[in-house]
């Protein structure tokens, strides 16, 4: 059983800057990769921004420059930001905190966060 859950988010002007955070936490648990996907009104969920455990980051092409993934490993808690620069209208969506993980040496499996509205006005 893992536990994901989500802080930040909110309303912020074009070219202000939000950040969100999230951690995950559960028993006998082995988290891989964490990260942030997005979901705007009428579309499909899209990737944002991953984290792997070994240090590794993908960025979609669209935040590359704006937005910044840390992660932070910790003994049966983990926890990534995203911190977000330079915000456009378009970036407003849910924002979900992902979570690949599992039992060590186990299979792996995607938990999402509740999500969190990010919304940029023009």
């Known amino acids: 059983q893992v536990e994901v859950v989500e802080s930040g988010g909110g309303l912020v002007q074009s070219g202000g800057s939000l950040r969100l955070s999230c951690a995950a936490s559960g028993s006998r648990f082995s988290i891989n990769t964490m990260g942030w996907y997005r979901q705007a009104p009428g579309k499909q969920r899209e990737l944002v921004a991953t984290?792997?455990?070994?240090?590794?980051?993908?960025?979609a092409d669209s935040v590359k420059g704006r937005f910044t993934i840390s992660r932070v490993n910790a003994y049966a808690k983990d926890t990534v930001s995203l911190q977000m620069n330079n915000l456009k209208p378009e970036d407003t969506a849910v924002y979900y905190c992902?979570?690949?993980?599992?039992?060590?040496?186990?299979?792996?499996?995607?938990?999402w966060g509740q999500g969190t509205q990010v919304t940029v006005s023009s």
């Open positions: 992902y979570v690949l993980g599992g039992p060590p040496g186990g299979n792996e499996y995607d938990y």
């Open positions: 984290a792997t455990r070994a240090g590794s980051t993908r960025y």
